[in-house]
């Protein structure tokens, strides 16, 4: 995510990216993004393995709105289980540090910067009327009820703000740093980098050596409970 | 009648040694100074104004492009990744409102070099014929001051120098194109048998992807990272296009260089050049014309920010039209579920499309139309689209961990041209110093009534193919408008011919000047449209 950004950073050793499905199960068993990291260009490479490597310190964010957007992203992003995972904060707080914004806000917020301070404040002092704790250190149960409470408004007011623009802000940098991570490609069986390799079997049903069926295909979300 | 190659040798300057940028064309452009009074710059190097430059340099016009981002190198700029494209996009503030404020950024606004055409996704339809005419034939839009005739011959060209790969295509004006269409991937493969399946006539492109090798580029190599620059240099933007062509026949582009206003002479009434900074530095290129070229967006702020005594209210504005009628279309995207993998990643987003509902249908209630094409979203691009149906935690991730079974369709409605969606300045301002453009756009009832039809549309079309559940995303698509031609200067800010009404050696070339959209995308009615404003230009209009 951050990967043109910072310092010298390491640009792992490009092994197996970790495994994080430990809720969505393995769908694509053995599957692993980065073996194929010896075909991508240079480049491209340079930027996908900073992601796998250490992450940018935090430059934008004070110690408390750490701890709230870590917690708000991971409730997000059902990183509920612990370790291994992706941390989307580092990648977050850089683009917030840089200004690397979408390249538009909604006339009724504040810039991103602004907007995130002040939204994760916002969450803090719902967490503490719900259960007298800061959002951060709040059970994750009532972690996701604040969160659900912000989505159920639509676009009705939250502190003042339009709350679904909050949505938006909010799923918009969590899900770009999230699925820019090939520990996420894993998960969902996509391969990633595609030069100058590029694609030679397209089609319904129809793979690379190097894709894995998936292991789960009738394992249809929108079907039954979901819906 | 002249070869390509003849007219356009862009694709023969390109290096055929498996790297994409030819330095020593570089290096050896020719170089203007300030001070020189050359005969045309050009502000923005994107889809009209680099073929404006081609056009002129190769008549002999001293000129220079200049634009806010980098002279792109597809070698080392560019990354086959989504979230590292960033750079592509237009990031500079801006602010959005109105009833359905219309977020910027990736998915409408280009940067450097190229412009938009570097991440579009290679969708190159004409327009209609009854596009030039929309008011007089069903009452809404506007009526363009030339017809499809006009430009006709402009599309012919520039579908030969992109090159542009497809089926026959049966609509509008019937024509075929000069490559043949490409293979298609599990995306169009569902696309075709759902159409079929539902009685609905889709074809293969119009794509400007070359099918095959085109001068030294190289055929495709179907990675799916089209909308993130092509490291191929397989799929058309002017950068490979028009520019190299530019540079052979002495034109100047000047790289990082944001123009903060254009100048203006108050005793001539003509304009002088334009301020631009450049390092940090203010400059100042003198020119005895001037062409803007920065899309629906920045041209009218250019215009806005660029006030004078005679101009108070903004450049070229006498009468309130500019930064008016700016269009998006609408661009809901459809998705179907199927248990087989489709695999969308794999293969040009661009592939298949249908233009069958893009004509007003007197059985409809609503007037115009839409057309309907793959889009084939990467995992960022797909978790937005997921997200919008509200899924957060657990389920997201479940939903997501489903994407090899998902096939993407994307319509483009035609949203009417209203007076209220218009660019004007904002209080906030940039790291120059100068105002940003605020952005207000709101539906009417006949842009909502598209929205559902092609959503409609669309559903059928994956339903026929197998599909066994279809989520919906609203989203938007495109810019034109914004500074649009018309018969006189109380209806629009440019003339027939791409000529200010107000300021005579001012030019505008680019989507802005577009007063209708029809539903096809845009990039090749830019070209066209400044192709023909360069051929007036070089027959006399200097």
């Known amino acids: 995510m951050s990967g043109r950004t910072g310092g010298p950073r390491g640009t792992g050793s490009a092994g197996a990216a970790p495994r994080i499905s430990h809720a969505t199960g393995d769908r694509f068993p053995g599957f692993d993004v980065l073996a194929q990291s010896g075909h991508w260009d240079a480049v491209t490479a340079g930027v996908v393995l900073s992601r796998v490597g250490r992450p940018p310190d935090i430059r934008f964010f004070t110690p408390a709105e750490e701890a709230a957007a870590t917690a708000l992203c991971d409730r997000l992003l059902g990183q509920d289980d612990g370790e291994p995972k992706v941390e989307v904060v580092p990648s977050i707080d850089a683009r917030l540090a840089e200004q690397q914004t979408d390249g538009w806000r909604y006339a009724d917020m504040p810039q991103d910067g602004q907007a995130w301070r002040d939204t994760l404040r916002f969450l803090d002092s719902d967490s503490r009327d719900a259960c007298s704790r800061d959002f951060a250190l709040a059970p994750a149960d009532d972690q996701r009820a604040v969160i659900q409470a912000v989505q159920d408004l639509g676009a009705k007011d939250w502190h003042g703000l339009n709350a679904a623009h909050v949505w938006s802000l909010w799923t918009r940098y969590a899900c ?9 490609w894993n998960e969902i069986g996509f391969p990633g980098p595609a030069y100058p390799r590029g694609y030679k079997n397209p089609g319904v049903n129809a793979r690379e050596p190097f894709e894995v069926a998936d292991a789960a295909p009738a394992d249809d979300p929108v079907d039954g409970k979901d819906r | 009648m002249t070869t390509v190659r003849e007219r356009n040798e862009s694709a023969w300057l390109l290096p055929n040694d498996g790297s994409r ?17 050359v005969d045309l710059v050009v502000v923005g190097c994107g889809a009209g104004g680099s073929t404006l430059l081609q056009r002129l340099a190769r008549h002999g016009w001293r000129v220079v492009g200049l634009d806010a981002g980098p002279f ?10 989504e979230a590292g494209s960033h750079h592509l996009y237009w990031t500079e503030p801006r602010v959005i409102s109105g009833a359905d404020p219309v977020p910027m950024g990736s998915n409408n606004s280009g940067r450097g070099v190229g412009g938009s055409m570097v991440h579009y996704a290679g969708y190159t339809p004409r327009f209609h014929p009854s596009d030039f005419a929309t008011r007089t034939n069903d009452g809404v839009g506007a009526d363009w001051p030339i017809g499809y005739q006009d430009l006709r011959p402009y599309y012919e060209d520039i579908e030969q120098e992109l090159p542009v790969a497809g089926e026959d295509w049966p609509w509008g004006d019937p024509h075929g194109y000069p490559q043949r269409p490409h293979p298609v991937g599990g995306n169009g493969e569902i696309f075709l048998r759902g159409a079929y399946a539902a009685g609905i006539t889709a074809k293969v492109g119009p794509v400007a992807i070359s099918n095959g090798r085109f001068g030294n580029r190289p055929h495709c190599v179907y990675r799916g990272f089209c909308l993130q620059g092509c490291k191929v240099n397989a799929k058309a933007s002017p950068l490979i296009t028009h520019i190299p062509d530019a540079l052979a026949h002495g034109a100047e582009i000047r790289a990082n260089a944001m123009i903060t206003g254009i100048g203006f002479d108050e005793r001539t009434g003509r304009a002088t050049g334009v301020h631009y900074i450049r390092g940090g530095v203010p400059r100042f290129q003198r020119a005895a014309a001037v062409a803007v070229a920065g899309y629906s967006i920045e041209t009218p702020r250019l215009l806005l920010n660029s006030a004078s005594r005679r101009f108070p209210d903004g450049l070229c504005n006498d009468f309130d039209q500019v930064g008016r009628y ?3 279309q609408g661009a809901p995207q459809t998705a179907g579920r199927f248990d087989a993998e489709v695999r969308m990643y794999k293969s040009p987003p661009p592939e298949v499309s249908t233009e069958e509902f893009y ?3 007197p059985a409809q209630p609503y007037k115009r139309g839409f057309s309907i094409q793959t889009v084939s979203p990467l995992p960022i691009t797909w978790a937005e689209h997921v997200a ?4 957060w935690g657990a389920r997201l991730r479940r939903y997501m961990s489903d994407y090899v079974h998902w096939s993407c369709l994307g319509a483009l409605c035609e949203f009417l041209a209203q007076p209220g969606n218009r660019v004007t300045l904002a209080e906030e301002k940039d790291r120059y110093g100068l105002p940003v453009a605020s952005f207000s756009y709101s539906q009417c009832d006949n842009d909502k009534r ?11 079309i994956l339903r026929a193919a197998g599909a066994d559940e279809v989520i919906t995303i609203d989203r938007y698509a495109h810019l034109v408008g914004g500074a649009r031609m018309a018969a006189d200067e109380r209806h629009g800010v440019v003339d027939r011919d791409c000529r200010s009404f107000a300021v005579p050696n001012l030019y505008i070339t680019d989507g802005s000047v577009l007063p209708t959209q029809g539903s096809a995308n845009p990039a090749l009615t830019i070209m066209a449209v400044s192709a023909r404003a360069a051929a007036h230009l070089a027959a006399g209009g200097r």
Not at chain 2, 388 to 391: F, I, K, V, W
Not at chain 2, 452 to 459: I, K
């Open chain 2, 450 to 460: 598209l929205m559902r039809a092609a959503q409609g549309v669309m559903e059928r």
């Open chain 2, 388 to 391: 919008a149906q509200g899924h």
């Open chain 2, 359 to 361: 004509e007003t249908d």
């Open chain 2, 21 to 37: 940028t030819n330095h020593r064309l570089r290096a050896d452009m020719r170089r203007f100074a300030d001070s020189d009074t």
């Open chain 2, 326 to 328: 700016l269009m998006v």
């Open chain 2, 72 to 81: 792109w190198d597809p070698d080392a700029d560019w990354v086959s990744d």
């Open chain 1, 176 to 184: 770009t740093a999230f699925y820019a991570h090939p520990s996420a």
